[in-house]
């Protein structure tokens, strides 16, 4: 199977805009949740503490927005009060000697919140003692049904500020064959990353907060700073934890608001109050949540022929205020989401683009006439609750869908009736016409004429699914080709891996010759 990917930007309290998404995409989930059909969720800033909530918390999208809003009303309360009072009853509030004091109170302190307070707010919620990488709470999908991988971006204080991920997982990959970005795993596990203090990690954004201190590994700050775009590393993980994957990620990226670039440019200096290097580099670094380019960028880097499998859900804030800490505007954003124009449509196409994503197709061998065109035969099978899954896309799409290879329509989709009658899994033979083992094919799950999505592990040549599975090995695989899945007498024995007859010709042919071969020494003996 081919990953599917949540990847959410940062923003402060304008997380309310990517949890307005989900609940829309939620809507159209039903009755499947956002986890289970994401194998991998990764966060910066505040989008680091959505995916915790969702993914480890294993809240629902709906109680994962209250518990935001209420935390972020708690962590931007107010701000530190200067002890200088008297230069702002002196010079009036809010003028530029009157803020004096204030600035120069927050500098003192390295931030314009306390810490204490915002430390106090995620114990409360993520509790004290939950690690990172410790077990999640109990799950009613099984142990076979391994739960999503979650992580969240940070960066450290060093002057390279380099970027880190504290996640659940590991990776394939080695710490050098990581580039820029790097997976925080310490090697004692008395340090271990709590869930608050990675939350911390991924929100301690300069100038509002202090740098979190995890113990025995450094100071880290805001995520933002490196990879306010969650889009590009979430998807350079997934490679990492997943490199032989085949077919095209699936990646759901949404964002904090896109906001309006500046009248003039290219202003001029005005004086050291209103543009010191202090409120330069703040500027530069507000910019930094404006990821839309980030996003062009990446897609224009994706083959023309997947692009269709990643989604950029955002939204025009329209003159909305941009902070990060402006609590009074949440339902502002809300609202904008809302009320944009394509959102629900948008929302709709992404979950099913999730939904189908959970299907994949398996060889029952490898094809015994290669001439083209030849016949492809194997069995469709998904991951999950199939049931659930079936009851999504058919409250979805109540005309039907078929499956499509290409410009042809290879069967219905019949839903529950693909069941299987023993242990209840989805398990649908499907046959298609291929051209060549190592050239790609597709196969679609398709609802019009006009709109369709692929299923998971495609765009691929057929051998590379052969070697997925081990029909090119002698031995076949180490788990008999049937991972993570309850072994049953009624579908395994029908989609297990099978060799072709021209092998099995060959091992018969080897056995003759062995026998006659025997045969022949024992008369040379007699003789």
Same mark, same amino acid.
């Given at each position: 199977m081919s990953p599917s990917v949540l990847a959410i930007d940062g923003g402060g309290v304008r997380g309310v805009i990517p949890l307005e998404f989900l609940l829309l995409i939620q809507e159209h989930l039903h009755p499947c949740r956002i986890q289970d059909v994401v194998d991998l969720a990764l966060g910066t800033s505040s989008g680091g503490l959505i995916a915790i909530g969702l993914f480890i918390m294993t809240w629902n999208i709906s109680t994962c927005s209250g518990i935001f809003e209420e935390l972020a009303r708690r962590i931007f309360r107010s701000r530190r009060r200067s002890p200088f009072a008297l230069l702002n009853f002196t010079y009036r509030s809010g003028s530029m000697l009157g803020n004096m004091g204030r600035w120069l109170h927050w500098l003192l302190h390295d931030s314009c919140y306390d810490a204490r307070v915002?430390?106090?707010?995620?114990?409360?919620?993520?509790? /004290?003692?939950?690690?990172?990488?410790?077990?999640?709470?109990?799950?009613?999908?099984?142990?076979?049904?391994?739960?999503?991988?979650?992580?969240?971006? *940070?960066?450290?204080?060093?002057? /390279?500020?380099?970027?880190?991920?504290?996640?659940?997982?590991?990776?394939?990959?080695?710490?050098?064959?990581?580039?820029? %970005?790097?997976?925080l795993r310490p090697t004692d596990i008395a340090h271990e990353p709590n869930v608050w203090?990675?939350?911390?990690?991924?929100?301690?954004?300069?100038?509002?907060?202090?740098?979190?201190?995890?113990?025995?590994?450094?100071?880290?700050?805001?995520?933002?700073?490196?990879?306010?775009?969650?889009?590009?590393?979430?998807?350079?993980?997934?490679?990492?934890?997943?490199? /032989?994957?085949?077919?095209?990620?699936?990646?759901?990226?949404?964002?904090?608001?896109?906001? @309006?670039?500046?009248?003039?440019? %290219?202003?001029?200096?005005?004086?050291?109050?209103?543009?010191?290097?202090i409120r330069r580099g703040f500027d530069a670094w507000m910019s930094t949540l404006g990821t839309e380019s980030d996003w062009r960028r990446l897609k224009s880097q994706l083959d023309v022929a997947v692009r269709s499998e990643y989604h950029r859900l955002n939204v025009d804030l329209s003159g909305t205020p941009s902070t990060i800490d402006?609590?009074? %505007?949440?339902?502002?954003?809300?609202?904008?989401?809302?009320? @944009?124009?394509?959102?629900?449509?948008?929302? &709709?196409?992404?979950?099913?683009?999730?939904?189908?994503? &959970?299907?994949?197709?398996?060889?029952?061998?490898?094809? @015994?006439?290669?001439?083209?065109p030849f016949w492809c035969r194997g069995f469709v099978r998904c991951k999950g609750s199939a049931r659930d899954l079936i009851a999504a896309l058919n409250r979805l799409y109540p005309e039907g869908l078929t499956y499509v290879s290409g410009n042809n329509v290879v069967e219905d989709f019949n839903g529950v009736d693909e069941l299987c009658g023993s242990c209840g899994s989805y398990i649908r033979p499907l046959s298609f016409l291929a051209h060549h083992i190592?050239?790609?094919?597709?196969?679609?799950?398709?609802?019009?004429? *006009?709109? &369709?999505?692929?299923?998971?592990?495609?765009?691929?040549?057929?051998?590379?699914?052969?070697?997925?599975?081990?029909?090119?090995?002698?031995?076949?695989?180490?788990?008999?080709?049937?991972?993570?899945?309850?072994?049953?007498?009624?579908c395994d024995v029908a989609s297990g891996p099978s060799r072709s007859t021209t092998q099995r010709r060959k091992r018969e042919l080897s056995a003759s010759t062995r026998v006659s071969k025997k045969v022949c020494f024992a008369l040379e003996r007699n003789t």
């Open positions: 915002f430390d106090d707010a995620l114990k409360s919620v993520f509790g /004290e003692n939950r690690l990172m990488f410790g077990p999640s709470r109990d799950d009613p999908r099984g142990s076979l049904q391994s739960n999503s991988k979650i992580g969240v971006v *940070t960066t450290s204080i060093s002057r /390279e500020t380099g970027a880190f991920v504290i996640g659940n997982f590991n990776t394939v990959s080695e710490p050098e064959d990581q580039g820029d %970005t790097q997976i203090k990675a939350a911390r990690a991924t929100a301690a954004a300069p100038f509002f907060f202090t740098p979190a201190d995890l113990q025995g590994i450094g100071s880290f700050q805001d995520g933002g700073l490196k990879h306010n775009f969650a889009g590009e590393i979430a998807s350079q993980i997934s490679h990492l934890i997943w490199p /032989e994957a085949i077919g095209s990620t699936r990646l759901l990226s949404l964002g904090t608001g896109i906001t @309006q670039p500046d009248v003039n440019p %290219t202003p001029h200096f005005r004086h050291i109050f209103r543009d010191s290097f402006s609590v009074e %505007t949440m339902e502002d954003y809300r609202n904008l989401v809302l009320s @944009q124009p394509g959102s629900s449509r948008r929302a &709709r196409d992404a979950a099913t683009t999730l939904l189908v994503s &959970r299907f994949y197709f398996e060889l029952k061998e490898l094809p @015994q006439n290669t001439v083209a190592d050239h790609p094919v597709d196969l679609f799950l398709q609802a019009s004429s *006009t709109r &369709r999505w692929r299923l998971s592990g495609f765009p691929e040549r057929l051998a590379a699914f052969a070697a997925k599975q081990g029909l090119t090995s002698s031995f076949g695989r180490s788990n008999h080709g049937l991972p993570s899945r309850i072994a049953c007498s009624s």
